[in-house]
């Protein structure tokens, strides 16, 4: 299974962004998909993820209630809809795949990763 993230890009503080995973080469609906994020300079970190079934989301304290995570195992893709955005959700953003359920929040836990997409968060 491949990963492509998109729908990146420039907004404004408080304005919205929906990022889509698109996955092909095989069926993304045995799998825990998760969002992570890298700024300039830091490490990857977790954003979320969504379950097998999409029933259940686990999203970071730093985003909760701003953003949500959504999928649709019929078209094999997965999304993340960030609202109110902050210039310090600015980060390139990376969908990931498991096999492992539960709330995997770790980088190591997830074992296929797309491109990333790169949003920017200007003041």
């Known amino acids: 299974v491949q990963l492509q993230a998109s729908g990146g890009g420039l907004v404004q503080a408080g304005e919205s962004l929906r990022l889509s995973c698109a996955a092909s080469g095989g069926t993304i609906s045995g799998h825990v998909m998760g969002w992570f994020r890298q700024a300039p300079g830091k490490e990857r970190e977790f954003v979320g993820r969504?379950?097998?079934?999409?029933?259940?989301?686990y999203l970071d304290d730093s985003v909760k209630g701003r953003f949500t995570i959504s999928r649709s195992n019929l078209k094999n893709a997965v999304y993340l809809q960030m609202n109110s955005l902050k210039p310090d959700d600015t980060a390139v953003y990376y969908c990931?795949?498991?096999?492992?359920?539960?709330?995997?929040?770790?980088?190591?836990?997830?074992?296929?990763w797309g491109q990333g997409t790169q949003v920017t968060v200007s003041s």
């Open positions: 990931a795949a498991t096999t492992v359920v539960g709330v995997r929040v770790r980088e190591s836990d997830y074992h296929l």
């Open positions: 969504i379950a097998r079934n999409g029933a259940s989301t």
